[in-house]
């Protein structure tokens, strides 16, 4: 007969193995009911966890701890629930967070809240801002247990950032929507109580009460700053949670963090001890049934109900009611936008406007792609498109501000500078219009070719107006300054051709000019009148031609050459005479009648 050994044996491996229905015989330990999918990017159910609550008849209530990485949670639930870490959650001294997903305990502590037996779970979160996670999984974590919990307890260490509070807003956002979506939009969401636990040692000044409603309090905003509504527009998110909110302070156990696990209470600040039993009664005071559509829950009923919630929040698509969309999409809106940006800064104002809107279209468009490829929910984004369109037309506008203030820079320098150069030309010391219009040439051909911009056809009839202007001024006191300066000139000219270079034609020449000039204005009463006389006109071409020139500028060089000549002339009287002689003199210098070679008389 053949042993029966093999056969018991066999049996006894068969009782080891675990059997499809999960059945578990002892609930006094913590449970996993979400855990996270390989890629730490969605959520995903466990049996365990999900068959300790359904075994639950009674009316469900949850309370739930959320906060950062490192924060305590775990140790602050074993402390509520007056368990040692080596029998409650699992507690981690490691860089790495020790829980992952959500826990829950397996038993529940039964009250009686208004007169209803009520079981109250409590359920430990995976911390977010841990390394190796997506702030998507972060966000889904946040969200369930902001669904779930009927006291969601926001642990903090030290103090409130703008960071903290943005992220309850987004989880607060995300539970109200898929909520609505699994229950219906025109459903209220019926939000958690929420308690805000600030892990702190010292609070100078004000309570921490005072403390969470500062930061809740929205900021004045008289100017209308954007970044301001922001804020303000997270402040507002928390509308929904309405007063069932409340802080409450709890200091540090003991100093060696690393060691509290192996602590006794005796062993722990009594400051703390008083403050986690303060904190465990007021966790029961506030606490009611978890409601749903005004319908408590059982064990049955909330597992359902978890079901639902995250097979919705594993969805891909975004929902597109609410602002959710905008929240989702805000950081690839703020990529973007700095994208934009960044493109428009390298730009070299000013431009002209048609190039500076070639360059918005083209970037706005090469943005828009980059939008439509990355952004969240593909055919639920309208909004965020049209926030996002707002917003690049807003930073368009300022770079239009900016390519008017540097046109108008620009073309303002241009036109000052040809406005100095027209005064210039108004003070010649030798008056030329020959001079004038090739300055007034430059100066029209230089604005022209740099003035651009928005500013240019402003700028464009002012310098019309100042040109012409300066043009009228100067022809007019041409004649008048030409006409003077040839009177004293003659005078001149006939002082050095008797006296200094002793050149009868000079001098003929300088009283015919002088002659005609003041004979002409006496017979016809007026200089005007000379203005029109064809000899005139021969004067003033010949002038012209003397005073500027492509190759001479006499105005530039009129003091030199004067020096020069001057110089000339005094050498020659001192020393040239003595060596050359008068030869070249005309008889009329020359008569020596009354000369030392004379023989005297008695």
Same mark, same amino acid.
């Given at each position: ?27 006094h330990?913590?449970?996993?009911i ?38 305590g ?5 074993n ?15 490691m ?44 966000d889904?974590i ?59 040692d ?22 209308g ?6 804020v303000?527009?997270i ?87 609410g ?54 929910g ?28 540097q ?38 051909h ?8 928005? +500013? ?5 009839? &002012?310098?019309?107006?100042? !040109?012409?202007?300066?043009? #009228? /001024? $100067? *022809? ?9 300066w ?49 000899v ?12 500027? +020139? ?5 105005? &530039?060089?009129a003091?030199? !050459?004067?020096?020069?000549? #001057? /110089? $000339? *002339? ?12 008068s030869?070249?003199?005309?008889p ?8 030392s ?6």
């Amino acid at each position: 007969m053949d042993s029966p050994f093999p056969l018991l044996l066999l049996l006894f491996f068969l009782c080891l193995s675990p059997i499809p229905s999960f059945s578990i015989d002892n609930f006094h330990q913590a449970f996993p009911i979400v855990e996270p999918d390989p890629g730490h990017t969605k959520l995903r159910l466990s049996r365990e966890g999900l068959e300790a609550i359904e075994r639950i008849t009674n009316p469900i209530a949850a309370v739930a701890v959320i906060g950062p990485y490192r924060s305590g949670k775990s140790f602050l639930l074993n402390q509520l629930l007056s368990l040692s870490c080596y029998e409650g959650f699992g507690v981690g001294h490691m860089r790495d967070t020790k829980t992952k997903g959500i826990w829950v305990w397996g038993t529940p502590i039964d009250l009686d809240i208004n007169g209803v037996r009520t079981s109250v779970f409590y359920l430990d979160t995976e911390g977010f801002e841990s390394v190796g996670k997506s702030n998507v999984y972060d966000d889904r974590i946040f969200a369930l247990a902001t669904v779930l919990s009927s006291v969601l307890i926001y642990n903090l260490p030290e103090t409130i950032r703008e960071a903290d509070i943005s992220r309850l807003s987004f989880a607060v956002e995300l539970a109200e929507e898929f909520y609505g979506r699994v229950k219906g939009q025109d459903v209220a969401f019926e939000p958690a109580k929420l308690l805000w636990l600030i892990q702190r040692d010292f609070l100078q000044g004000k309570s921490v009460q005072e403390m969470v409603n500062e930061a809740l309090r929205r900021v004045p905003n008289a100017d209308g700053n954007k970044n301001i509504d922001v804020v303000n527009q997270i402040r507002d998110s928390l509308a929904v949670m309405g007063d069932n909110s409340t802080a409450f302070s709890l200091p540090q156990p003991h100093l060696q963090r690393t060691k509290l696990c192996d602590m006794k209470d005796v062993e722990l600040d009594q400051l703390y001890i008083t403050r986690r039993e303060q904190l465990k009664e007021l966790v029961a005071s506030i606490i009611s049934p978890k409601i749903v559509q005004g319908k408590t829950l059982t064990g049955k009923e909330f597992v359902s109900f978890l079901k639902q919630i995250l097979e919705a929040l594993n969805k891909g698509e975004i929902p597109s009611t609410g602002s959710l969309v905008e929240v989702f999409n805000k950081n690839i809106l703020e990529k973007c936008l700095k994208l934009y940006s960044e493109k428009m800064a390298t730009l070299v104002l000013p431009l002209t406007e048609e190039s500076l809107q070639g360059t918005h279209d083209r970037t706005k468009d090469e943005v828009m792609q980059v939008f439509d490829q990355q952004h969240f929910g593909r055919h639920h984004a309208k909004k965020s498109v049209m926030q996002l369109d707002e917003e690049l037309q807003q930073v368009y506008k300022n770079v239009v501000l900016q390519n008017e203030l540097q046109s108008s820079k620009l073309c303002e320098g241009l036109y000052t500078r040809c406005e100095d150069k027209m005064d210039q030309l108004q003070v010649l010391k030798l008056p030329s219009l020959a001079k004038f219009n090739a300055g007034f040439l430059q100066c029209n051909h230089s604005f022209e070719h740099e003035c651009i911009g928005p +500013s240019k056809p402003n700028y464009e009839q &002012r310098m019309m107006k100042m !040109l012409g202007k300066s043009r #009228s /001024l $100067f *022809i007019k006191e041409y004649n008048h300054r030409l006409f003077n300066w040839l009177v004293a000139f003659s005078l001149v000219m006939v002082v050095i051709g008797r006296f200094f270079i002793k050149f009868i034609l000079i001098e003929i020449g300088a009283w015919a000019l002088f002659i005609f000039l003041e004979t002409y204005t006496r017979m016809f009463w007026s200089a005007e009148a000379l203005y029109y006389n064809p000899v005139w006109h021969f004067i003033v071409a010949t002038w012209e031609t003397v005073v500027y +020139s492509p190759v001479l500028d006499l105005d &530039r060089w009129a003091i030199p !050459l004067a020096a020069v000549l #001057s /110089l $000339f *002339i005094l050498y020659w009287r001192c020393y040239g005479k003595r060596k050359y002689g008068s030869q070249w003199l005309l008889p009329l210098y020359r008569s020596n009648k009354n000369g030392s070679n004379r023989p005297r008389t008695d």
